[in-house]
């Protein structure tokens, strides 16, 4: 899991090291907080940190090449209750998925 952000990006590189040196391979990573072209709306300032976003994740693109990535987006609030956990499921794995999660852990 990253931001598309300068730091993150090089701790994440960091890690995939550290964690290759253990033989612990890693496949896949999550780019957080991504700004959606649709909830810009003329704010200049979420323009400006879009259009920074995007050279971020061109680079996450280029250096992590082979890793399987998928991207969420800034949600209006923290992931801490229940109901944003499921949003979140969704965007990762799908309706079905979440919805199977949902059954299962209800019996």
């Known amino acids: 899991m990253l931001l598309p952000e300068r730091l993150p990006i090089e701790e994440t590189a960091s890690a995939i090291k550290g964690l290759d ?3 612990i391979p890693v496949q896949a990573l999550v780019v957080n907080q991504c ?6 709306e003329g704010n200049r300032f979420l323009s400006a940190r879009a259009a920074l976003q995007a050279r971020y994740l061109q680079e996450i693109e280029t250096r992590f090449d082979g890793l399987v990535k998928t991207r969420l987006p800034l949600l ?5 209750e229940l109901a944003t956990l499921r949003q979140v499921s969704e965007l990762l794995y799908g309706e079905r998925e979440s919805s199977l999660r949902h059954d299962v852990a209800a019996t």
């Open 76 to 80: 209006v609030r923290d992931v801490s």
């Open 21 to 23: 040196r253990l033989g």
């Open 35 to 40: 700004i959606l072209p649709e909830v810009i």
